[in-house]
T-cell receptor, first 116, second 113 residues
């Protein structure tokens, strides 16, 4: 069975500083995809960034980067130059090949609060 | 494009009542999903539909049924609601042919008394 672990229930960061949100995963599949989503207080889920298991370079999307360490099975999200609007819940997710689809599994999330 | 839409946004039921949550997407996606989100539990997959005409159980299917009405629509039915089904329900869709991101609806907040 697939598992995503996010060990930080809550994180605090000062505006304009960088922050790392931890994510470890467990799967026996060699092929998988790792995702990060943001959920602001308004409730919608917003896709941020994706990393494939065979991608050799870490993914980046604007201020978001994914620190992918395959041997450690970790896929940490790095947010550079934090902004007040980054305050939200962040979920790490993994997709593995399954019956006719790519089955998603989510972690429990990390709450990030950005202080001015 | 509206993306993924869900109705209703809020619902209050009494124990034993039934209801259907509706979901539709206009992105021509093959795969659709239903999740529930409870405090501290993240999102848990209830059912998914890899393509039109197929449905499969996820992590927490008990007490729910689904129907993939056509490529656009995927409904979730609670036949006899229980207080344990009080949750926020999200519908999502994706292209389904690879490791594609999922697009989520705005959610339905359901309370079962």
């Amino acid at each position: 069975a697939q598992k995503i672990t996010q060990t930080q229930p809550g994180m605090f960061v000062q505006e304009k500083e960088a922050v790392t949100l931890d994510c470890t995963y467990d799967t026996s599949d060699q092929s998988y995809g790792l995702f990060w989503y943001k959920q602001p207080s308004s409730g919608e889920m917003i896709f941020l960034i994706y990393q494939g298991s065979y991608d050799e370079q870490n993914a980046t999307e604007g201020r978001y980067s994914l620190n992918f360490q395959k041997a450690r099975k970790s896929a940490n999200l790095v947010i550079s130059a934090s902004q007040l609007g980054d305050s939200a819940m962040y979920f790490c997710a993994m997709r593995v090949p399954g019956v006719g689809s790519y089955i998603p599994t989510f972690g429990r999330g990390t709450s990030l609060i950005v202080h001015p | 494009n509206a993306g993924v839409t869900q109705t209703p946004k809020f619902q209050v039921l009494k124990t034993g009542q039934s209801m259907t949550l509706q979901c539709a997407q206009d992105m021509n996606h093959n795969s659709m999903y239903w999740y529930r989100q409870d405090p501290g539990m993240g999102l848990r997959l209830i059912y998914y539909s890899a393509s039109e005409g197929t449905t499969d159980k996820g992590e927490v299917p008990n007490g729910y049924n689904v129907s993939r009405l056509n490529k656009r629509e995927f409904s979730l039915r609670l036949e006899s609601a229980a207080p344990s089904q009080t949750s926020v329900y999200f519908c999502a869709s994706s292209e389904g042919t690879g490791f594609n991101e999922q697009f989520f609806g705005p959610g339905t907040r359901l309370t079962v008394l």
